[in-house]
């Protein structure tokens, strides 16, 4: 609960009323300067110089007990968080003090963190959106054979089965998944690179022995859990790969825009709407209304998500020769406004899914109302039954079962919203 203080000045609803732990610690202060402290110690683990095993082992019980008070103080005297954070760690490493960056610069720590959060980042929403899928599987399962009207647009057209429409939906999500699986494993390290990609502090501190310097470099890349280093950076990784991060969010925040459209729009019909609570209320003015509100919730914050990736095609457009640091204060907003965000709308997308309810009774109405306008109405049933079922059990079946084999062990994780 926020204190009194807390309320006199601006809170990213993001963070104060939306995000999960997980994602929000993620991208959290906490998780940042101990990752830089970690990657000091690899750094220190890696450079076989003359670096006793004291050192590192002082380097390593202060890991995560993080004077954040000291550091403040630093930064507002120096003007730069990372010499504010080394002299706060050496306070409590006096003896690992003059080994702690050695040969590094910022980048070293703000970049490779940064990649590190955009992996782990991934992986939340990977889980999260397998657990959608999951849900909307069984979902359109359940309905496969349940004829619907179909709409051309928003116009009653031929019929459908309400287990075929969720699948469109699902044939989306399954494109994202493949596709922030494969962001995630395109990342690679920045690793240790120097102040403008060439290496030169290290090969001055290995005496010119190219060998120890890639040695060098991937053994610091191991050890932060990545499978290879950029071959080629400036004093910063290509923000290029921000782009295609962020792309692929903004893709994901497009799918749910349609979808939770979709569902808003059959709420209108009073076909199928999103679950709502006992006690909840649909207006303060006119209490009986059951407005979709967590689909509209998405579609707002799918909005956002799909606007972020601006940022970094702006920024990337603008750094100029090895780098310029017009992008941190922007890096700093964007890359974990969007993973929040992302988070958000799959987190309500999963309840949404979780508690779909839909009306049969409605739907037959709807459906025979159009009908002498179609076909016979016992050929035309039985046609979409048969297909619509065949479709749905076919698709589930090759497409998106297998695609979840990797996500089963968090698939039973339920979602609460406070909110």
Known sequence: MAGAEEMNRYRSPLVSRYASKEISYNFSEKKKFITWRKLWIFLAKALGLPITDAQIAEMESHAEDIDFAMAAEEERKLRHDVMAHVHTFAHCCPTAAPIIHLGAMSCYVGDNTDLIALRDG???????????????ANFAEEYADLPTLGFTHFQPAQLTTVGKRACLWLQELVMDVRNLERARDDLSFRGVKGTTGTQASFLQLFQGDHDKVEELDKMVTEMAGFKKAYLVTGQTYSHEVDIHCLARLASLGASVHKICTDIRLLANLKEIEEPFEKEQIGSSAMPYKRNPMRAERCCSLARHLIALVGDPLQTDSVQWLESTL?????????????????DIILSTLQNIT????????????????????????????AIVKAGGNRQVKTFLAEEVRPLLEPYKANMDVKVELVL
């Not at 508690?355 to 049933?381: D, Q, S, W």
């Open 354 to 381: 979780e508690g779909l309810v839909v009306y049969p009774k409605v739907i037959e109405r709807h459906i025979r109302h159009e009908l002498p306008f179609m076909a016979t109405e016992n050929n035309i049933m």
């Open 326 to 342: 017009d992008d941190s204060a922007n890096r700093r907003i964007s890359l974990p406004e969007s993973f929040l965000t992302a």
């Open 122 to 136: 991934f992986n939340i929403l990977l889980s999260k959106l397998a657990r959608v899928i999951d849900r909307l």
